[in-house]
Each structure stands twice: as C-alpha cells, then as structure tokens.
C-alpha cells in the first residue's frame, strides 16, 4: 500500500491545531504557540503578519475573545456565522441581503453523527470550552476537524501494528470530501463580511486549504492502491 508522504501522526496535529482554534477561548498560550508554528511556514509570511498585528493591537486579546463570542456563540450579536455544517450548508444567500442560516440539525449533522459512532469519536468527552460540551450539535466545525485527527491518530498505530488501515482511510474521505470540503469555503465566505479582526477568517481559508490537500492525497493513494492490486 501507498502511504502518504506526511505521516498519519503529522496530519493528526493539523487537525488539531485548526480544531483548537474554534473550540478553545482565544489565549495568549495558543496566539504564542501560533506564531511559532506560523514562523515555520515559508510561504506563509501574511500569516505571521496578521498575529503580530493581533498582538501589537489587542495585547491583552479581550477583541479576539469578544470576536469569538459574538461570531459563534450570540446569535443577535449583529455578526453570527454559525459554525455548523448543516446550517452553513443550508443557508439561503441572496447579494444585499443578509444571509439566513439553515437549521442546526439536518441530514448532514446526522450522517456525520453516525460517523462518530461508528469510530467512537465521543465530542462531549474533549477538554473544550464549556458551553460547546452544552451545545452537543455533532457538526461542528472543530468536530469534525477533531474527528479526522482521531482516525490519523488510530491509522499511526495501525501501521505500526500493520493492520489493515483501509476503514480508517474510508472514513476520512467521507468526512473530507462529502463533509468539510463542502462547506468550509462558503464557511469563509459568510465570515469574511462580519470578522473584524480576520483571525477567523484566516484560520478558515487555511482548513479549508488543508482539507482539499488531504482529500486529493487520501484519493490519489486510493487509486494507486487500486491499480497496484
């Protein structure tokens, strides 16, 4: 079998990172850990530009924290984009007009509620910020980010065991290629008009660049494997 170039416990931290981002309060621990993995990003210089701006501007990060609240969490804040699939996916959009959001609990929300039985991935059990263990909608963005960590984390045991991985990859497709890569960018889209800091937005653009990169890589093995058999 094929293995892709990055190895399975590489990409696990990606998805944890970008899930971090949207299931933690914003701190000054994670703005420092972020210019760190920012400053190791070559092509990635606006990245660093845009935290440093953050930290020149909002010391103390009491905006990014009211950011977070408003766009996520207080639905009459004048800003709420809700960071859920089936409501993103959902939305009605019309140019001028401001968007109206689908429902939290569609046909999405329960296929990938399956997907997390299925592989026993519990969200309510993780170390998160406490009113999202509240919430309990499965499609969450950091979720769902959370859950294809998880399954890289099992696939790195699985080859050192050298068992069959071929579950744990199906899984991975579904959730990237039927789930996130169908609606991070409208995602981003929805943000870009209300985000005033541009945090959000950024952290968006880049999972959502991340997640086609592992779709393609993830379907791009599946073929090869095919052929080789």
């Known amino acids: 079998m094929m293995e892709i170039e ?5 990409r696990a931290l990606g998805y ?16 420092a850990f972020l210019k760190k993995w920012a400053s190791s990003l070559e092509d990635d210089l ?16 009491e905006e990014l924290q009211q950011s977070y609240y ?9 800003c709420f984009v809700p960071p859920f699939e089936a409501a ?59 859950a294809l960590a998880s399954l890289c984390q099992v696939e790195e045991e699985y080859l050192k065991e050298k068992k069959d991985i071929t579950p744990l990859r199906h ?20 943000l870009e008009q209300v985000d005033s800091t541009g945090y959000y937005t950024c952290f968006v ?8 990169e592992e779709a393609q890589s993830l379907l791009d093995t599946r073929i090869e494997d095919e052929v080789l058999i």
């Open 6 to 10: 990055v190895s399975a416990q590489q």
């Open 171 to 190: 899984y991975q497709r579904v959730l990237l290629v039927d789930h996130l890569n169908q609606w991070l960018d409208l995602f981003k889209k929805d």
């Open 70 to 78: 408003d766009l996520f969490f207080v639905p009459v804040s004048g």
């Open 88 to 146: 993103i996916r959902g939305a009605k959009r019309q140019a001028g007009k401001k968007t109206k959001f689908g429902g939290f609990w569609g046909s999405w929300t329960l296929e990938v509620q399956s997907i997390y039985q299925k592989i026993g991935f519990e969200p309510n059990q993780l170390n998160i910020f406490e009113p999202l263990k509240e919430i309990k909608i499965p499609d969450h963005i950091g979720f769902e980010l959370l």
């Open 205 to 212: 653009q880049i999972a959502a660049n991340f997640c086609r």
């Open 16 to 31: 944890e990172l970008l899930a971090g981002i949207f299931l933690q309060e914003p701190s000054l621990d994670q703005l």
């Open 46 to 61: 606006w990245l660093m530009r845009l935290l440093e701006q953050i930290e020149k501007n909002d010391p103390g990060l």
